[in-house]
T-cell receptor, first 114, second 114 residues
Framework: GDSVTQMEGPVTLSEEAFLTINCTYTATGYPSLFWYVQYPGEGLQLLLKATKADDKGSNKGFEATYRKETTSFHLEKGSVQVSDSAVYFCALSDPYNQGGKLIFGQGTELSVKP | EAQVTQNPRYLITVTGKKLTVTCSQNMNHEYMSWYRQDPGLGLRQIYYSMNVEVTDKGDVPEGYKVSRKEKRNFPLILESPSPNQTSLYFC?????????????FGSGTRLTVV
């Protein structure tokens, strides 16, 4: 079945450092790809999305490009802030498979130090 | 404000004592779903509903029940909770295009079964 694999955390960075969180996926169809963020004590919020190959999702300085050839959707940010400390989840959803449910990676915890 | 509301936020209960976690959305979404979040496992789908009176099992349905009598509500029922159901639970909803545009999550219910 479809699956998502993320780089393991926790990831600890200094403020203004460059961030990359790797995400690769396996899917039989043509899924949409998402990054969700979970701040401490809160629910999940949609950070960005891409619905087809070569699309780039972006929001709040974060970016990710849907790469079909490498089945990847890596999250990047050029300069992280302390307020970016959270758990980040990569996810996919295939509307033509398994009812369109979200399939999540295991999450990557990011800690940004001042 | 468009939102998914879960109650309670925190719950400690004893093994075997039936409980219900409520979920309500005010966006007229057709699709609703329950997930549980466990360390190292990401989020796994428990049950989902495509519309009123239409429900189906997700990946980890054992020990849970759901109902969808009204479009806005999707309660999660644990008839006889056990310690392995100690987890963080999230309700999510979307329009039928949510597979492409994303889901809205509640703030979560942290359940402890002793």
């Amino acid at each position: 079945g479809d699956s998502v694999t993320q780089m393991e955390g926790p990831v600890t960075l200094s403020e203004e450092a460059f961030l990359t969180i790797n995400c690769t996926y396996t899917a039989t169809g043509y899924p949409s790809l998402f990054w969700y963020v979970q701040y401490p004590g809160e629910g999940l919020q949609l950070l960005l999305k891409a619905t087809k190959a070569d699309d780039k999702g972006s929001n709040k300085g974060f970016e990710a490009t849907y790469r079909k050839e490498t089945t990847s959707f890596h999250l990047e940010k050029g300069s992280v802030q302390v307020s970016d400390s959270a758990v980040y989840f990569c996810a996919l959803s295939d509307p033509y498979n398994q009812g369109g449910k979200l399939i999540f990676g295991q999450g990557t915890e990011l800690s940004v130090k001042p | 404000e468009a939102q998914v509301t879960q109650n309670p936020r925190y719950l400690i209960t004893v093994t075997g004592k039936k409980l219900t976690v409520t979920c309500s959305q005010n966006m007229n979404h057709e699709y609703m779903s329950w997930y549980r979040q466990d360390p190292g496992l990401g989020l796994r789908q428990i049950y989902y509903s495509m519309n009123v009176e239409v429900t189906d099992k997700g990946d980890v349905p054992e020990g849970y029940k759901v109902s969808r009598k009204e479009k806005r509500n999707f309660p999660l029922i644990l008839e006889s909770p056990s310690p392995n159901q100690t987890s963080l639970y999230f309700c999510a909803s979307s329009s039928l295009t949510g597979q492409i545009y994303g889901y809205t999550f509640g703030s979560g219910t942290r359940l402890t079964v002793v």
